[in-house]
């Protein structure tokens, strides 16, 4: 068959339209900026190939009073979108949208609306203050993938119904966290268990296991207690016969080692999922990580003294 003008031009034509189309189906990307590792973990899972998930600070960064550096400003201009805590885990953001110019310019999606807050103890002014750690439990990661997966289905509603989808694939892998661990204790005296936390990172998960926490030795996270309020805790800690205390793991305090020292108890390390690479699977894996090293304490607490 002979290939003619008339024949081999429309084709071309066709071709040069679809790459175009291809291009801009491209170009028309959602760019959705996060804050925090679990959110690029939700992101991900929940925009897949349809958006890019853009870490607004760099993967080895410690977020707990994070100073705001100049790249973080020329990431953000880059973005649609951003998906934050908003309830004083990365109240340096709110710093970085300012200097870069992006207030009111750029979305901002709240994970935490609609997740219930445990309220912690005020400042000296009486201000309201909650624990903005709501990451670290599996129920409220639930409720925060599916506010953010609505979220960008109302800004970009052509990808709404897969959003949407994701999220409840996503949604069940973390779910089924819980009952793995529930069978792992499966027969422990957990009247046994009593704990002590080096700060309230860890009161949504231990919450949501039904676990009480005796004693929190720092006052704010990264703010050690006076010598008096040391004393205090170490005291409840004793007359409470706590056996078990939990420190975090990426940025442990040469306190948690006074406290172990000072009480007897034994120290376990929970991930707050705040460093080491953005990876898609990494809040289900270091929650995973989290919940055995929990079983393991209420094994080793169930065995008594």
């Excluded at 639930?142 to 989808?165: F, M, S």
């Excluded at 966290?177 to 860890?202: E, Q, V």
């Excluded at 020292?261 to 376990?268: E, I, L, Q, R």
């Amino acid at each position: 068959m002979k290939f003619t003008r008339r024949f081999i031009l429309p084709a071309l034509a066709a071709l040069m339209l679809g790459h175009g189309a291809a291009m801009a189906a491209e170009a028309k990307k959602l760019k959705v900026g996060i804050t925090l590792h679990p959110y690029y973990s939700f992101v991900t899972h929940i925009v897949g190939d349809r958006a890019e998930v853009v870490p607004l600070i760099d993967a080895d960064a410690n977020p707990h009073g994070y100073a705001p550096q100049p790249a973080d400003m020329i990431r953000m201009r880059s973005m649609d979108v951003l998906v934050v805590n908003g309830i004083g885990h990365d109240s340096w953001v709110f710093e970085i949208l300012e200097a870069a110019g992006m207030k009111g310019k750029i979305k901002l999606i709240y994970a935490n609306d609609g997740v219930s807050l445990i309220p912690v103890a005020g400042d000296s002014g009486g201000a309201k203050v909650v624990n903005p750690h709501t990451f670290i439990s599996t129920t409220a990661a639930i409720q925060q993938v599916y506010t953010i997966a609505r979220k960008l289905g109302e800004i970009d509603p052509a990808n709404a119904a897969y959003y949407r989808d994701n999220a409840r694939r996503y949604a069940l892998q973390i779910r089924q966290l819980i009952p793995a661990f529930n069978a792992k204790i499966a027969g422990a005296d957990l009247t046994r268990f009593r704990c002590a936390t080096m700060h309230s990172g860890y009161d949504y998960l231990l919450q949501e296991l039904g676990l009480q926490v005796t004693a929190v030795i720092e006052p704010r996270h990264g703010v050690e207690p006076t010598a008096r309020q040391l004393a205090d805790t170490v005291g409840r800690i004793k007359a409470a016969n706590v056996n078990v205390l939990f420190a975090e793991k990426y940025y442990a305090s040469k306190l948690s080692d006074t406290i172990q020292d000072a009480t007897g108890v034994k120290m376990y390390s929970i991930s707050h999922i705040s460093s080491g690479p953005y990876t898609q699977d990494k809040f289900v894996e270091e929650m995973r990580e989290n919940l055995d090293t929990l079983a393991a304490a209420i094994h080793e607490a169930a065995k008594g003294s």
